[in-house]
C-alpha cells in the first residue's frame, strides 16, 4: 500500500483494501469473469477472448495470483488458470460482513 501506513489499521481492512485494489480495474474483473463462466480452468485464450496484449493479460493475471483468487498450473507451454474455490468464499464472506454492516442515516447532508 505504498508509503501509507498501514500498520495502524486492522488486518481486516488492510486485506479487504488490497482484495479491492486488485479487484480495482475492469480487465480483472473481465478475466474473472470469463474464468467463472467457462466453469473450467482456462489456457491461453485470454487473449483472442479479451483483446488485451498477452504481456498486459500476463500482467493483470500475476496480480490476481498474488492475492490468492486465481490459481494456475504449467504444463510445457501451456498455463492454465481456474478460481481457487476456497479463496472465493473467504472474499465473499469478508465483502458480506463489510456490505452487511448496519447504516444510519443522519439527515445531515
Not at 508509503?3 to 481492512?13: A, N, R, S, W
Not at 480452468?41 to 495470483?65: F, M, P, R, W, Y
Not at 481456474?82 to 444510519?104: A, G, L, R
Request: glycine share 6%; aromatic share 6%.
Amino acid at each position: 500500500m505504498g508509503v501509507t501506513k498501514t500498520e495502524i489499521y486492522k488486518d481486516e481492512q488492510n486485506k479487504l483494501a488490497s482484495l479491492l485494489k486488485v479487484l480495482g480495474h475492469p480487465a480483472r474483473i473481465a478475466i474473472l469473469q470469463h474464468i467463472i463462466n467457462q466453469k473450467a480452468c482456462i489456457c491461453n485464450d485470454l487473449v483472442e477472448e479479451l483483446g488485451l496484449a498477452q504481456a498486459t493479460i500476463s500482467q493483470h493475471l500475476k496480480e490476481l495470483k498474488s492475492i490468492g483468487i486465481i490459481q494456475g498450473s504449467i504444463e510445457g507451454k501451456s498455463v492454465c488458470y481456474c478460481i481457487d474455490e476456497h479463496v472465493w468464499k473467504d472474499f465473499q464472506k469478508e465483502f458480506n460482513v463489510f456490505f452487511n454492516q448496519e447504516v444510519k442515516v443522519n439527515r445531515c447532508c
